[in-house]
């Protein structure tokens, strides 16, 4: 399997007022191609400051963060931007939808400065909305569609760049159990149809099953799966 994202002892610690916020210690993880990725933990245990260091949107204290062999660490503000608009797209709890565009413009939004062709660019996002099931929404704007339409959306303009990675910050904390399931659902079928890594936190154990993969976090390190075998021990001992 190829490794696109690698983090090697990486640390973050924030500066809030005169203390020191120890966000993530010393982690070392590895994700690969296709997989469909769940970083797990509690509140607070550093889900969303490690999916902005992958995603390139803020850098580590300590350690180095690599995409595709590249390591990434130490590029200008300006390099990393580069590096979001040509590998990452990010899905949002909140959605993160510019209210006063459609659905349309939305998912056509990343693709403005990049692709130049306007019947490409409607092709595409035409096809983006389509395999989210939106094709009849795309005059909507988000507060005319529901939570999960808009969830979609969200999806849909993370497809249309053709990003290497699509990361997703607990992209169904704000959706009721059934749509939750749905959104989940596309993002799975889009991650089976194009191989796409996709990284998701998560701290809902239905959203966890679905992932090919899980890692653990809490207090800011990796929690190592317990063996097996040492688990049956435990649960046999135990009753
Ligand atoms: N910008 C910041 N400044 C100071 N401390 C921060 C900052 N961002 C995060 N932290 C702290 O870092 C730790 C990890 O926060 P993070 O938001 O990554 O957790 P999380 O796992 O995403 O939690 P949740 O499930 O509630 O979203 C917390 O103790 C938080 O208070
Ligand atoms: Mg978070």
């Known amino acids: ?33 296709g997989e469909f990725l769940a970083i797990a933990g ?39 931007a580069d590096i979001r608009l040509a590998k990452l797209a990010f899905i949002f709890q909140t959605f993160n939808l510019i209210p006063v565009l459609s659905a349309c413009e939305n998912v056509e939004y990343p693709l403005l ?6 019947t490409e660019r409607f092709d595409r996002v035409f096809y983006a909305l389509q395999s989210v099931g939106l094709e009849k929404f795309v005059k909507h704007r988000p ?23 699509i990361l997703a910050d607990e992209p169904t904390a704000n959706l009721d159990q059934k749509t939750g399931e749905d959104v989940l659902n596309i993002m799975k079928s889009i991650n089976k ?34 063996h097996p075998g040492r688990l049956k021990n435990e649960f046999s001992h135990k009753h």
């Open 1 to 33: 399997m190829k490794t696109i994202v690698k983090t090697e002892h990486v640390s973050k610690t924030f500066l809030l007022g005169k203390t020191q916020v120890q966000a993530l210690t010393d982690i070392s993880i590895k994700a690969f191609e």
């Open 42 to 80: 509690p509140s607070g245990s550093g889900k969303t400051t490690l999916l902005n260091l992958i995603g390139c949107i803020d850098k580590p204290t300590k350690g180095i963060i690599k995409i595709d062999d590249e390591i990434v660490t130490g590029f200008s503000s300006n390099k990393l």
């Open 193 to 226: 149809d194009s191989n796409t890594l996709f990284i998701f936190s998560t701290h809902d154990p239905k959203v966890m099953q679905m992932a090919s993969r899980i890692i653990r976090i809490t207090d800011g390190r990796v929690v190592e799966p317990t």
């Open 113 to 118: 400065k990049t692709v130049k062709n306007k």
């Open 143 to 165: 507060d005319e569609l529901s939570g999960g339409q808009r969830q979609r959306v969200a999806i849909a303009r993370a497809l249309v760049t053709e990003p290497r990675i």
